[in-house]
């Protein structure tokens, strides 16, 4: 095994399959973006998403996507040009992957690409004497999607933070309060139809825990390119409290909990959960 790979996994106390093959992504993860960092992604480009948070925050949740934000709006941008420094770096800890970039079947402002490689091969790259991988099948993939939003919403603050492993990196990624405005326009207007997604939920109580203050203005900015408030309104936190209670009415608590149950690994912490309780931590938090 690679030895930065090995220093990595120390922090892991993996102890059944899916806890290491969740261990498994996190690192790729992180090598996905030491790489575009390599390849000058973070001069046009700005990390935020769950796993951004997971990273740099702490969050107590593995999170499955790369999500990114240009830092100003480029319809022409292209994803693709940072393939082959990344593909490089990738290659360079012994990992066998494809790198591809999802094709546009209609008209988006989100750029998608996949990473995908052999989960029983790495497997035994990661845990070589776990006799559990023989246990995966030959065709299964480990697949981590990444996302470019090429139309950002206004608003967001950026910061600089630094990674030593798996080599020392720079990363340009929102700052917490416009982390979480993010989050509270999932919350609001993420349509979930038939799948609700409990991970928004826990992220939201993540961030009131941490007593997170909320980007207003970035809050607003995504809510107006939603088509949910208008751009002449004013805009703020009893606005964002009203629409967050309104929706925590609507809410089908059972499938949200199902949701992210995979996701974690205190399942007590999900007792709570329901209107009255969403509600409640809302109203009382100075947001």
């Known amino acids: 095994m690679n030895h930065v790979i090995d220093e990595m996994l120390n922090k892991y106390q993996a102890e059944g399959l899916a806890d290491k093959k969740n261990a498994i992504k996190e690192i790729m993860q992180e090598i996905v973006l030491c790489g575009l960092s390599r390849a000058g992604f973070f001069k046009k ?61 209609k008209e988006s402002a989100i750029r998608s690409a996949f990473l995908k490689g052999n989960t029983r091969e790495h497997m035994l790259l990661f845990y070589a004497s776990d006799p559990a991988a023989s246990a995966i099948a030959g065709n299964e993939t480990i697949k981590i999607k990444f996302e470019v939003d090429t139309n950002p919403p206004a608003g967001a603050t950026i910061e600089h933070r630094y990674r030593l ?40 109580v993540f961030y009131l825990s941490r007593g997170a203050a909320l980007n207003t203005e970035h809050l607003k900015a995504r809510l107006v390119q939603s088509g949910v408030w208008k751009a002449e309104y004013p805009f703020n936190v009893a606005d964002a409290k009203n629409l967050l209670c309104a929706r925590f009415d609507t809410i089908d608590y059972t499938q949200a909990k199902e949701d992210v149950r995979p996701f974690i690994k205190d399942n007590a912490a999900l007792d709570l959960w329901g209107a009255d309780f969403f509600k409640q931590i809302t109203n009382e938090s100075k947001l």
Do not use: Q
């Open 45 to 105: 480009a700005a990390f935020y998403g769950g796993t951004a948070l997971r990273i740099f925050y702490g969050l107590d949740r593995f999170s499955e996507d790369l999500d990114f934000s240009l830092m100003a709006p480029d319809d022409s941008f292209e994803l693709s040009e940072f393939f082959p420094t990344l593909k490089k770096e990738i290659a360079s800890y012994g990992l066998n992957v494809e790198v591809t970039e999802k094709e546009k079947t």
């Open 165 to 204: 492993l798996p080599a020392p990196y720079e990363v340009t990624l929102y700052d917490m309060p416009s982390l979480f405005a993010g989050k509270a326009h999932a919350v609001i207007c993420r349509a979930w139809k038939s799948r609700v997604k409990g991970r928004d939920l826990y992220d939201y």
